[in-house]
């Protein structure tokens, strides 16, 4: 394992990777550090052609040790398909999408999963407690069972219903609040203080693997254009894991002497009924204020107080990206036109990204010709109430 320490992106403590790690004594996340030096003599871009089609192709860089810890059900390594009739209907000639829905548990959410359960696993964590708009929690409670491990998942009663039922199939223990996923931390918190250490807090960003396991949506990215980078990608952002994992891989080949300077530029994606990030870059703050009265059909983004929110608007900063909020209205109209035109039912986050990109296109901050990837983080399956079929005539 390359893996060498943890650090605070915010005030630099360093911290041992060999031990259990919430947040850093200031309160920011922490992140994995690699010998990357080492790394590079280890392991060349050709020789993962030659590895299984999943996440842990990239090994050399994540955290697990020991392959016996590793939990996985074949998770990662999900098609990047071109998608060129919508994309010559709104001006992007190549589009890509990233479709996430086709892992484990039919979301991304399984990436975070397999590579912070399996750390946890190698750390002696016995029980892991987290809350979740609906997704993560089914990821969490699948893998969490898969490693002999216990699970405790709160989430709204607004989250999706398929949700709460993965997590019951699975053995977690389920709890349900009447609000947002911050009354769901809060109740995960008292849970833990509780515990008197029993349960470990496996939180987004409150521990450092979850990350890990997001970052390879980069590195994959990467690899499935031949080891070129796209000119712009586009992430729906609710924590925002997934942006700033892809953020600090693209950062990583890039030192590795992987990929050249020129690195994609991001976008975040939000709801105009929860857009805290949006807010905070288009005023120029480092860290964005809670949103007040959040609501949208794409739930999974519905985040009022992202805790990664400096790392997120630190990473669109440095890749020149922007932020951008997109009404429930559009979002469900993009998700019905991208279907018709090209036979994939997206999540409502995912089609958010693709409002995003069209908008973008229409106010010429993306360029013709160039190369743009959007990730769909579900399966459009887990949100049925997002296509109307009331009116389909039923024959007699």
């Known amino acids: 394992m390359y893996l060498t320490h943890l650090d605070c992106p915010r005030c630099g403590l360093e911290y041992a990777a060999d031990k259990l790690q919430n947040l850093c004594e200031c309160g920011s996340p922490l992140l994995a550090r690699y010998d990357l030096p080492a790394v590079a003599k280890a392991v060349t871009p050709e020789r993962f052609g030659l590895r299984p089609a999943d996440l842990w ?53 399984a990436r975070g999963a397999a590579v912070g359960v399996s750390r946890a696993r190698e750390l002696g964590v016995e029980r892991i407690a987290m809350p979740t708009n609906g997704n993560a929690g089914s990821a969490w409670a699948t893998y969490a069972a898969r490693a002999g491990m216990g699970a405790t998942i709160v989430m709204p009663l607004a989250a999706p ?11 977690a223990d389920l709890r349900l609040v009447d609000g947002l996923i911050g009354d769901a931390g809060r109740r995960v918190a008292e849970l833990i203080a509780e515990s008197d250490g029993a349960i470990f807090d496996a939180g987004t960003l409150r521990e450092p693997y979850r990350l890990e396991g997001k970052k390879t949506m980069g590195y994959e990215i990467v690899e499935q254009l031949g080891w070129q980078v796209p000119d712009v990608i586009i992430y729906p952002t609710g924590g925002g894991v997934g942006l700033i994992g892809i953020h600090k891989a693209l950062h990583e080949m890039r030192e590795l002497g992987w990929v050249g300077d020129k690195l994609p530029r991001l976008v975040a994606v939000q709801s105009t009924g929860c857009a805290p990030i949006v807010r905070a870059f288009a005023s120029g703050e480092s860290r964005a204020q809670p949103w007040e009265d959040a609501h949208t059909v794409a739930f999974g983004i519905t985040v009022p107080s992202p805790l990664g929110d400096e790392l997120i608007l630190a990473a669109l900063r440095a890749s020149a990206g922007t932020a951008v909020a997109v009404d429930d209205a559009e979002i469900l109209a993009d998700l019905r036109d991208f279907a018709a035109r090209e036979g994939l039912l997206l999540c409502p986050e995912g089609a958010a990204c693709l409002t995003a990109a069209r908008q973008l296109r229409a106010g010429g901050w993306i360029r013709a010709g160039e190369r743009v990837v959007v990730l769909n983080t579900g399966a459009g399956l887990k949100y049925p109430e997002t296509v109307d079929v009331s009116g389909v005539p039923v024959l007699a």
């Not at 590793?70 to 589009?95: K, Q």
């Not at 484990?104 to 959410?109: D, W």
């Not at 219903?161 to 053995?171: D, F, H, K, L, P």
Request: glycine letters at 10%; one cysteine or more; a neutral charge.
């Open 57 to 109: 192709r990239y090994r050399e860089l994540l955290p697990v040790a020991d392959p016996r810890h590793v939990t996985t059900l074949g998770e990662g390594w999900t098609p990047l398909l071109r998608t060129p009739s919508y994309g010559a209907e709104i001006g992007i000639a190549d589009l890509m999408v990233k479709d996430e829905g086709l892992v484990p548990t039919g979301s991304f959410k």
């Open 161 to 171: 219903t398929i949700c709460r039922r993965e997590c019951v199939a699975a053995g």
